[in-house]
């Protein structure tokens, strides 16, 4: 079993900044990528930002330069540093993990249970 622990979501004004963290633990033997996807209310979920084990990172358009996604591969934790903070970044954030249990095992994923960010105008 593998777990996530998110935190870091809440009600923030526009222009200011959250930071939001996932911690992963259980059976993973390895970690392919760790990132962020977020879902609005009448929307579809999309991705945030997701880095890779070998560090190439990856965001959406709308955020890019303005959010920053770093690792602690030692602690299996991603982070999501969000600044300028817009009313359209309000939406639930999920961490999401795709791990290896084995050396050569498929690449398994797992989604975290989700983190309100509200952004007030």
């Known amino acids: 079993q593998v777990r996530l622990v998110e935190s870091g979501g809440g009600l923030v004004q526009a222009g200011g900044s959250l930071r939001l963290s996932c911690a992963a633990s259980?059976?993973?033997?390895?970690?392919?990528?760790m990132g962020w996807y977020r879902q609005a209310p009448g929307k579809q979920r999309e991705l945030v930002a997701v880095?890779?084990?070998?560090?190439?990172?990856n965001y959406a358009d709308s955020v890019k330069g303005r959010f920053t996604i770093s690792r602690d591969n030692a602690e299996n934790t991603v982070y999501l540093q969000m600044n300028s903070l817009k009313p359209e970044d309000t939406a639930v954030y999920y961490c999401?993990?795709?791990?290896?249990?084995?050396?050569?095992?498929?690449?398994?994923?797992?989604w975290g249970q989700g983190t309100q960010v509200t952004v007030s105008s």
């Open positions: 880095e890779t084990s070998g560090g190439s990172t």
């Open positions: 259980g059976s993973i033997f390895s970690i392919n990528a």
């Open positions: 999401n993990v795709k791990y290896r249990r084995s050396s050569s095992g498929f690449t398994w994923d797992y």
